[in-house]
């Protein structure tokens, strides 16, 4: 009974080393392999000689970051990639919803002001100032604002909270 129990518990250690193993070495080790194969394959589709064949190779960009991110989801680059991808393909309602959650991971300015034109597109320009004031926060110079109105709004905000400041200062 004794010699059992013994290969019991080794079996057991060499499962749970090997779970361990995988979470922490072979997982990531694929998160990053496949994401970068992805980043690729998204400047590649911007770079096709037709709409169509942008269309078709976002759409099934898009269909493998979202496996890639249900076994990946902390990786910040793709979903990156993801809203990208949906933007390609006129998707730009599911590119915010993507850019939220990316800023839920991490926030930088460039995913601020990538928001800020997806929601310009869309026609919700409040938020869209938002998210420029907040890229605008961190980096001064982030991201150009085509929107003429849009970057008028900012400036003027951003005016605004400076000379608050100012007067908080005195």
């Not at 907040?134 to 970057?151: D, L, M, V």
Request: net charge positive; aromatic share 6%.
């Amino acid at each position: 009974m004794r010699p059992l129990a013994g290969i019991l518990l080794l079996t057991a250690s060499i499962a749970a080393a090997a779970l361990f193993t995988n979470r922490l070495i072979v997982r990531p080790w694929r998160c990053d392999t496949a994401k970068d194969r992805l980043l690729r394959m998204t400047i590649q589709t911007e770079k096709s000689p037709s709409q169509h064949e942008i269309s078709a190779r976002a759409r099934k960009n898009i269909d493998e970051l979202r496996r890639l991110l249900e076994q990946c989801p902390a990786v910040p680059d793709l979903y990156m990639a993801l809203a990208l991808n949906e933007q390609l393909v006129g998707r730009y309602e599911e590119a915010s919803v993507t850019y939220g959650r990316l800023l839920e991971i991490e926030q930088r300015p460039e995913i601020y002001s990538a928001l800020g034109n997806v929601l310009v597109r869309l026609g919700r320009y409040d938020e869209a100032v938002e998210a420029y004031v907040k890229a605008r926060r961190f980096s001064p110079r982030s991201g150009t604002i085509n929107h003429i109105e849009t970057r008028r709004r900012v400036r003027e905000r951003l005016r605004q909270e400076l000379e608050g400041r100012e007067d908080q200062d005195d």
